[in-house]
């Protein structure tokens, strides 16, 4: 009997990183980002939900100690380009004195890691670097530099490895375009 709905990947597209892909980024960043924070310990502050499956791995591919913190926001409005969002859930816990590793499943305009990261200065974290498993090839506002990608990707839709379109292919183990 053919399953309710149809398969996990049924209407998407075109395969940009593939699980073996996907894995070798991910051992590459946790070794560059162990190797940058060598003598530190690292306070992870994820942006849910679409960096939930990137988080797992990145964490376990990390050497130094690691905490992890969420946060979920919601742009406001539809499209909206003053970068204006709301806090939906913030951070457990202080970013004060902490290295703070901001990790995105994806950036595409930067807005939303443009408010964060201006949120989370006010909050006197030791240092803040921002990671994004990966970066749509687009202009980005001045003040935010991506110090650790994944993979740029062209400036297209995707989902899987944890992004979503209206909440579906979270669980696909790729990314992909969506046809
Ligand atoms: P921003 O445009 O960089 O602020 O990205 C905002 C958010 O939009 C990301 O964190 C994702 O949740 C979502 N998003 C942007 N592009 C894509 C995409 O291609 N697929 C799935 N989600 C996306
Ligand atoms: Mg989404």
Do not use: W
Request: net charge neutral; with cysteine; hydrophobic share 40%.
């Amino acid at each position: 009997m053919a399953p309710v709905g149809g398969g996990a990947g049924d209407g998407v597209g075109e395969v940009l990183l593939d699980e073996a892909a996907i894995r070798a980024e991910v051992t590459r960043l946790g070794a560059e980002i162990s190797s940058d924070y060598a003598d530190k310990s690292l306070h992870l502050v994820a942006v849910l939900k679409g960096s939930a499956v990137f988080l797992a791995d990145l964490l376990r591919a990390l050497t130094v100690p690691a905490t992890v913190d969420f946060i979920s926001i919601v742009p406001y409005g539809q499209v909206t380009t003053s970068g204006v969002v709301r806090i939906r859930k913030d951070l457990d816990e202080p970013l004060e004195g902490k290295d703070v590793l901001v990790v995105e499943g994806i950036c595409a305009s930067g807005l939303s890691l443009s408010y964060l990261l201006r949120n989370f200065q006010t909050r006197r974290p030791a240092s803040i670097k921002t990671c994004a498993f990966v970066a749509k090839r687009r202009e980005r506002p001045g003040d935010i530099t991506l110090h650790y990608v994944g993979r740029e990707i062209p400036d297209v839709f995707v989902v899987g490895y944890g992004l979503d379109a209206q909440e579906r292919y979270r669980n696909l183990p790729y990314i992909a375009r969506l046809s």
